[in-house]
């Protein structure tokens, strides 16, 4: 089945490729989260619609264009995140006729993956740098890789790592930011299928001495954001051997512009996963010297009413109060909302906390 593809006029589509087209991120409720371990069950709780395959992919580099063969190479993949955590999971499923990854070379099969999470657009690698004086060196450890993030995986990745990063900052592979599993059963220059499973954490700043000045994107219901892939199809060592480059975006340079990616949806939870009315709320210190709180409503569902047990002995009826304690302490504090669906009520106990 075809994923679903809506036409969309937002502006921060205007600086991606195949303007018009929105992919979705299907969120995986807190308690399913996908169990890296190149399996495809944790998946099938993600509507049909959610999967990309080779009819969304040109081929831009031998001039196939959408002239596929699925008994050449047939390619599925899904992408999915949980909200609270700043990761991308994706599940790669692929059949092909020559699978090339036993020699330690860089031209193997390989899924290549670009992300670009704030939408700062624009050049991700040196070679592409605005600023073509600046030494190479300097363009490589400053800009590659840093706004926006090139994984080159192997499929499949015996003895070595799973992925080259095309940029500065090979940490950004390994845990805590990045985990991958394969699952498959045959031998390179053999014929099967793959499975893929891994996650990644985007980054709108990732410097090359390591995370601790990185800035990870936060993943947030409803954003869009950028990102593409390509699939890099050989059939062994030499030129005549390179099958296509079939990418999402249509646009070869993908790969090191953040421009040419494609927009992608974080999505909400699937109506199956949600109660028709749920209490949730959030909270923030305004002013500790004056011990003033605000208070964020996070409810979801049709809510015709709010009320709000501060633990001090006031309370409010407004959606987003904002409340001053008379006194320091660690209070239990209460959201109960109404609405046609019935009542809900979500409580923090002892989180507020003035002095």
Same mark, same amino acid.
């Given at each position: 089945?075809?994923?679903?593809?809506?036409?969309?006029?937002?502006?921060?589509?205007?600086?991606?490729?195949?303007?018009?087209?929105?992919?979705?991120?299907?969120?995986?409720?807190?308690?399913?989260?996908?169990?890296?371990?190149?399996?495809?069950?944790?998946?099938?709780?993600?509507?049909?619609?959610?999967?990309?395959?080779?009819?969304?992919?040109?081929?831009?580099?031998?001039?196939?264009?959408?002239?596929?063969?699925?008994?050449?190479?047939?390619?599925?993949?899904?992408?999915?995140?949980?909200? /609270?955590?700043?990761? @991308?999971? %994706?599940?790669?499923?692929?059949? =092909?006729?020559?699978?090339?990854?036993? &020699? +330690? #070379?860089?031209?193997?099969?390989?899924?290549?993956?670009?992300?670009?999470?704030?939408?700062?657009?624009?050049?991700?690698?040196?070679?592409?740098?605005?600023?073509?004086?600046?030494?190479?060196?300097?363009?490589?450890?400053?800009?590659?890789?840093?706004?926006?993030?090139?994984?080159?995986?192997?499929?499949?990745?015996?003895?070595?790592?799973?992925?080259?990063?095309?940029?500065?900052?090979?940490?950004?592979?390994?845990?805590?930011?990045?985990?991958?599993?394969?699952?498959?059963?045959?031998?390179?220059?053999?014929? /099967?299928?793959?499975? @893929?499973? %891994?996650?990644?954490?985007?980054? =709108?700043?990732?410097?090359?001495?390591? &995370? +601790? #000045?990185?800035?990870?994107?936060?993943?947030?219901?409803?954003?869009?954001?950028?990102?593409?892939?390509?699939?890099?199809?050989?059939?062994?060592?030499?030129?005549?051997?390179?099958?296509?480059?079939?990418?999402?975006?249509?646009?070869?340079?993908?790969?090191?512009?953040?421009?040419?990616?494609?927009?992608?949806?974080?999505?909400?939870?699937?109506?199956?996963?949600?109660?028709?009315?749920?209490?949730?709320?959030?909270?923030?210190?305004?002013?500790?010297?004056?011990?003033?709180?605000?208070?964020?409503?996070?409810?979801?569902?049709?809510?015709?009413?709010?009320?709000?047990?501060?633990? =001090?002995?006031?309370?409010?009826?407004?959606?987003?109060?904002?409340?001053?304690?008379?006194?320091?302490?660690?209070?239990?504090?209460?959201?109960?909302?109404?609405?046609?669906?019935?009542?809900?009520?979500?409580?923090?106990?002892?989180?507020?906390?003035?002095?």
């Amino acid at each position: 089945m075809r994923p679903l593809i809506s036409v969309c006029l937002a502006l921060p589509l205007l600086a991606l490729e195949r303007p018009g087209v929105e992919f979705k991120i299907f969120q995986f409720p807190a308690d399913r989260i996908p169990t890296i371990d190149g399996q495809t069950k944790d998946w099938d709780i993600a509507p049909a619609s959610y999967a990309i395959g080779m009819d969304q992919l040109k081929e831009t580099v031998k001039g196939l264009g959408f002239k596929y063969d699925k008994t050449d190479l047939d390619v599925r993949v899904r992408v999915g995140w949980v909200r /609270g955590l700043n990761r @991308l999971y %994706f599940l790669y499923e692929a059949s =092909d006729n020559y699978w090339d990854f036993e &020699p +330690a #070379r860089r031209n193997n099969d390989i899924f290549e993956v670009v992300v670009d999470g704030d939408l700062s657009g624009g050049p991700l690698i040196s070679a592409m740098h605005p600023f073509s004086t600046m030494d190479k060196g300097d363009a490589f450890f400053s800009f590659h890789g840093v706004h926006a993030q090139n994984y080159h995986i192997f499929t499949p990745a015996p003895n070595r790592d799973w992925a080259m990063i095309w940029g500065s900052q090979s940490w950004i592979k390994h845990l805590p930011y990045a985990n991958a599993a394969y699952s498959y059963n045959f031998k390179h220059g053999q014929s /099967g299928r793959l499975v @893929l499973e %891994f996650w990644i954490t985007p980054f =709108d700043y990732a410097p090359f001495d390591g &995370p +601790a #000045r990185a800035v990870e994107t936060k993943l947030e219901e409803n954003k869009l954001i950028g990102l593409s892939w390509a699939v890099l199809d050989y059939d062994g060592p030499n030129e005549s051997d390179y099958r296509g480059f079939w990418n999402l975006s249509h646009k070869t340079t993908m790969y090191g512009n953040a421009s040419d990616l494609v927009a992608f949806r974080l999505m909400p939870p699937d109506p199956r996963f949600r109660k028709p009315l749920e209490a949730h709320w959030s909270f923030q210190i305004v002013d500790m010297s004056r011990r003033l709180v605000g208070f964020r409503d996070e409810s979801h569902g049709q809510i015709t009413a709010w009320r709000w047990d501060f633990g =001090d002995g006031l309370s409010s009826t407004d959606q987003h109060p904002i409340h001053r304690y008379e006194k320091p302490g660690e209070y239990v504090v209460r959201l109960s909302v109404e609405g046609p669906a019935g009542k809900s009520d979500w409580t923090k106990v002892r989180d507020v906390a003035v002095r």
